[in-house]
């Protein structure tokens, strides 16, 4: 086993400053939503102002860019808790199973079928068009 | 000896750190098994974490709200990781600005057909209205869609349930009807996740590839939007 050589105290991707970064918009978004009563949650209005905020700023910091890296790789975890939440449901679900999930896989197929063929018939459309901006 | 366990599993289950702790071992478990057998799609991480959980939960006698107590955190991440996809999107800039269109047309062909088909569906097999509202927002980012079932009378937490099995239905089987239909680019391959599968989606893009999950992650702001707007209107067509 090699020894580590590197301090812990050496810089690591993840940086402190933007993580704060990130709650910050966050809670911009959060603010923003609250008051002109949008039906949108606060994360995503924090995502859309991040987004305008670095095209008005016109460049990506490499804090930011290895910060938002570290949290994205492992985005499916943060979806385990609420998923656990399905014991919460049983009843229903044992009565409804059937409905639902017929429903939820006819859905999601249709779903990510309808979306994927539009975009790629859009895509060859606006090609052939030669405008390249469909 | 049997005593002093119980007395610390007492003690260790009313904490916060039992169900933290759990929740980063089963996901890295599924995370290990996943990779361990090629990335065979029914392995998929976020299922076997939760089938795992659940067992835990089941074997151990803890309920929900005391794990909810620890996981919460992990669950909190959610908030910033959504702004987080921000960073993604911008680095596709230019490629997302070619085919702006394009992008909003399919997003809005995939929120529609996510709602209709859904709703159509459990409607058919004679679900009731709860489960018909719950399920209606399913493909729709977590938190989007756990305040659209509240607004719309579902059941939030339901909703949070069948947006999650949604994701790992796409997850699972999604590449492979891409594949089947012949959608070969990243872009549309991209959409398509985000659209149908939100996060989760995004999550497996990512592994297509930074094309792919870049416009997944757009995809499922998108669809969020035009869903959370649609959504009150379509649902008056069938009630």
Sequence with gaps: ?134 | MSDGFTEIWAYLSATPLLGLTATLIAYQGGLWLYNRTNRFALFNPVLVAIVALIAFLKVSGMNYEAYFDGAQFIHFMLGPATVALAVPLYQQLERVRRSALAILVSVVVGSVTAVVTAVGAAWMMGASKTAMLSIAPKSVTTPIAMGISEITGGAPSLTAVLVILTGILGAVGGAWLLDAFGVKDERARGLAMGAACHGIGTARAFQMGEVAGAFSGLAMGLNGLATAVLLPVLLHLFF
Excluded: C, N, Y
Aim: overall charge neutral; cysteine-free; glycine content about 14%.
């Design chain 1, 1 to 134: 086993m090699a020894i580590a050589k590197r301090s812990v105290f050496e810089d690591s991707p993840m940086s402190l400053g933007f993580i704060t970064v990130l709650l910050v918009f966050q809670l911009l978004g959060e603010a923003v939503s609250r008051g002109f009563g949008l039906p949108l949650p606060g994360p995503v209005v924090g995502m859309a102002l991040l987004f305008l905020g670095l095209m008005v700023r016109g460049g990506l910091p490499d804090g930011l860019r290895d910060t938002a890296g570290g949290i994205l790789k492992h985005l499916a975890l943060l979806f385990v808790p609420a998923g656990v939440g399905v014991v919460m449901h049983v009843h229903l679900l044992e009565r409804e199973w059937p409905a639902i999930a017929t429903a939820l896989v006819a859905s999601t197929a249709a779903t990510i079928l309808a979306t994927g063929l539009a975009m790629a018939a859009l895509d060859r459309a606006g090609k052939r068009g030669g405008a390249g901006d469909v």
